[in-house]
């Protein structure tokens, strides 16, 4: 959604890189770039006037004046003013102090209310409430059977007395959606209402007639995140029309340039609280100010990534698996196992989109293929138990009739065994050099638990003694012959800790040395 924003800020920023100081013309240039990448991504001009004016007052004060790097402090000031546009602090839903809390869902026809209050309702449901879908959205043909049918997928009860299509009366229907909660001890209600095509008096008396009805704790404006510009005046008219309390952006995973997301809160003063990421009903979580505008800024989203990875693995199985890696009992159905853990995360694009300096990289991520994925998950499980956990036993009339059950080429099963071998192999290297950083032997700091690099009872390697060739007496030639023993490969640990000195030495991509 916000990169074609995040590459025209990196581009201002690069002129900022290197400099001692700060003149008046270095932060107008910077700041001309910053305006021209917000009207580029659809920010409302008010909003984008008020952004660069914070900026440069705070740019030319003492706070960088005083700053050991400037550049820096223009980037912090930046971030700190993108927290300030999209909220400040995350807002929680406000709970009734005796359930049920209603929840009324307001916004135009095609914002995605209702597949939206099905991933409410689910995300609810996981942090521990009993929510009910109330399906008032008796004007837009089959809204009623679509809420049904997301609710089934979600798991959660959806109350529906009347069958839509132009029938029936929604406000009746969502006051008898409240006293049927109050009845089945549902502690959440969350009430689909209709939306039209555009704004209207029809629409704004129903929304207010609804509200009146039920008195909901919280009223969510729903707004599509890619409308651009006419974000403002939609907002503006459903806060006077309705005067919700929240806002929900849904299809926050589109490619348009996302500047709803920072006008809304600005020109409205409603907190946005919610945000839809996807099409899956999982794709939906708190929306974090702080964590969008690292995210915009390329700063990565390392908090997000940590909750999800909290979500798919407990502490338990990482303790198991680390345990397996470490005495080289990793199998094939433990990568499966892990690969189907991750994949409860979310795509593989996204989670490497949250991490830092991840945008100059985003061509990379586009083309990548996740239906790659699923080939390695079918190979696998075509695989019997006893291949999976030998993977040796693999032979060539096996791997046709593997890559016949996974509907892949056989091709693709040599790889994926080569590749399972190799990293056995490095697996086991890691876990014979040692890799506990209170051990006295060869291993990598901060890579603890994969074995102390000398156990009792173990074989030790014998050391291949070698004579020191005599220092010479000419100071040039002794100069020499000590940069030639700098430059020449270590016999000691070499990439990874390996004992091994023929192991092959590892250097990180030039685009990774360039970040450090």
Same mark, same amino acid.
């Given at each position: 959604?916000?990169?074609?924003?995040?590459?025209?800020?990196?581009?201002?920023?690069?002129?900022?890189?290197?400099? @001692?100081?700060?003149?008046?013309?270095?932060?107008?240039?910077?700041?001309?770039?910053?305006?021209?990448?917000?009207?580029?991504?659809?920010?409302?001009?008010?909003?984008?006037?008020?952004?660069?004016?914070?900026?440069?007052?705070?740019?030319?004060?003492?706070?960088?004046?005083?700053?050991?790097?400037?550049?820096?402090?223009?980037?912090?000031?930046?971030?700190?003013?993108?927290?300030?546009?999209?909220? @400040?602090?995350?807002?929680?839903?406000?709970?009734?102090?005796?359930?049920?809390?209603?929840?009324?869902?307001?916004?135009?026809?095609?914002?995605?209310?209702?597949?939206?209050?099905?991933?409410?309702?689910?995300?609810?449901?996981?942090?521990?409430?009993?929510?009910?879908?109330?399906?008032?959205?008796?004007?837009?043909?089959?809204?009623?059977?679509?809420?049904?049918?997301?609710?089934?997928?979600?798991?959660?009860?959806?109350?529906?007395?009347?069958?839509?299509?132009?029938? @029936?009366?929604?406000?009746?229907?969502?006051?008898?959606?409240?006293?049927?909660?109050?009845?089945?001890?549902?502690?959440?209600?969350?009430?689909?209402?209709?939306?039209?095509?555009?704004?209207?008096?029809?629409?704004?008396?129903?929304?207010?007639?609804?509200?009146?009805?039920?008195?909901?704790?919280?009223?969510?404006?729903?707004?599509?995140?890619?409308?651009?510009?006419?974000?403002?005046?939609?907002?503006?008219?459903?806060?006077?029309?309705?005067?919700?309390?929240?806002?929900?952006? %849904?299809?926050?995973?589109?490619?348009?340039?996302?500047?709803?997301?920072?006008?809304?809160?600005?020109?409205? @003063?409603?907190?946005?609280?919610?945000?839809?990421?996807?099409?899956?009903?999982?794709?939906?979580?708190?929306?974090?100010?702080?964590?969008?505008?690292?995210?915009?800024?390329?700063?990565?989203?390392?908090?997000?990534?940590?909750?999800?990875?909290?979500?798919?693995?407990?502490?338990?199985?990482?303790?198991?698996?680390?345990?397996?890696?470490?005495?080289?009992?990793?199998?094939?159905?433990?990568?499966?196992?892990?690969?189907?853990?991750?994949?409860?995360?979310?795509?593989?694009?996204?989670?490497?989109?949250?991490?830092?300096?991840?945008?100059?990289?985003?061509?990379?991520?586009?083309?990548?293929?996740?239906?790659?994925?699923?080939?390695?998950?079918?190979?696998?499980?075509?695989?019997?138990?006893?291949?999976?956990?030998?993977?040796?036993?693999?032979?060539?009339?096996?791997?046709?009739?593997?890559?016949?059950?996974?509907?892949?080429?056989?091709?693709?099963?040599?790889?994926?065994?080569?590749?399972?071998?190799?990293?056995?192999?490095?697996?086991?290297?890691?876990?014979? %050099?040692?890799?506990?950083?209170?051990?006295?032997?060869?291993?990598?700091?901060?890579?603890?638990?994969?074995?102390?690099?000398?156990?009792?009872?173990?074989?030790?390697?014998?050391?291949?003694?070698?004579?020191?060739?005599?220092?010479?007496?000419?100071?040039?030639?002794?100069?020499?012959?000590?940069?030639?023993?700098?430059?020449?490969?270590?016999?000691?640990?070499?990439?990874?800790?390996?004992?091994?000195? %023929?192991?092959?030495?590892?250097?990180?991509?030039?685009?990774?040395?360039?970040?450090?």
């Amino acid at each position: 959604m916000f990169d074609s924003l995040q590459s025209r800020l990196q581009t201002a920023f690069k002129s900022l890189r290197g400099k @001692g100081r700060l003149t008046d013309a270095d932060i107008d240039a910077v700041a001309r770039e910053i305006r021209l990448a917000l009207l580029e991504a659809d920010v409302a001009a008010p909003v984008v006037r008020q952004f660069i004016d914070s900026i440069k007052e705070r740019a030319r004060g003492e706070e960088v004046s005083k700053a050991l790097n400037p550049a820096q402090q223009v980037i912090k000031i930046v971030n700190e003013e993108l927290v300030n546009i999209l909220g @400040g602090e995350t807002r929680r839903i406000q709970f009734a102090k005796n359930p049920p809390t209603v929840i009324m869902l307001a916004g135009l026809q095609g914002a995605g209310k209702t597949t939206l209050a099905g991933k409410l309702g689910l995300w609810l449901k996981s942090q521990g409430n009993s929510p009910l879908l109330v399906a008032a959205d008796l004007h837009r043909p089959n809204a009623v059977t679509q809420l049904q049918v997301v609710g089934e997928q979600a798991g959660v009860t959806v109350f529906a007395p009347e069958p839509g299509n132009g029938v @029936g009366d929604p406000i009746e229907v969502a006051r008898a959606g409240v006293a049927h909660a109050e009845r089945t001890l549902h502690d959440v209600v969350i009430v689909d209402t209709a939306g039209r095509l555009g704004i209207d008096d029809e629409l704004m008396q129903q929304a207010a007639d609804i509200r009146a009805a039920v008195n909901p704790d919280e009223v969510l404006f729903v707004i599509d995140a890619m409308i651009g510009q006419d974000a403002v005046n939609t907002a503006q008219a459903f806060l006077e029309g309705v005067n919700f309390t929240g806002v929900v952006l %849904s299809k926050l995973d589109g490619d348009a340039r996302g500047g709803a997301a920072l006008s809304v809160r600005s020109v409205t @003063g409603r907190p946005i609280m919610f945000a839809s990421t996807g099409e899956k009903l999982q794709d939906f979580d708190v929306f974090h100010p702080d964590r969008m505008a690292s995210r915009i800024l390329d700063m990565g989203d390392v908090l997000t990534l940590i909750e999800q990875a909290e979500k798919a693995f407990t502490a338990e199985e990482a303790a198991k698996t680390a345990e397996r890696l470490q005495e080289g009992q990793f199998t094939l159905g433990d990568f499966l196992s892990q690969m189907e853990a991750l994949s409860k995360m979310g795509s593989m694009t996204k989670m490497l989109g949250m991490l830092p300096g991840m945008g100059q990289f985003k061509d990379q991520l586009a083309n990548f293929d996740e239906r790659e994925i699923d080939k390695i998950k079918a190979i696998i499980r075509s695989m019997t138990p006893s291949e999976r956990d030998n993977p040796k036993m693999i032979d060539g009339s096996r791997r046709a009739r593997i890559s016949k059950g996974s509907g892949t080429q056989v091709s693709d099963v040599n790889q994926l065994v080569d590749r399972f071998f190799d990293a056995a192999k490095m697996m086991k290297k890691m876990a014979k %050099s040692g890799f506990d950083p209170a051990a006295a032997g060869p291993g990598m700091p901060g890579m603890p638990g994969l074995g102390a690099s000398k156990r009792a009872g173990a074989k030790q390697p014998k050391q291949n003694k070698k004579k020191n060739k005599r220092a010479s007496g000419n100071p040039a030639k002794r100069a020499a012959q000590e940069l030639a023993t700098q430059t020449t490969k270590p016999s000691g640990p070499g990439a990874f800790g390996f004992s091994d000195p %023929s192991a092959p030495d590892f250097e990180l991509p030039k685009e990774l040395r360039d970040l450090m």
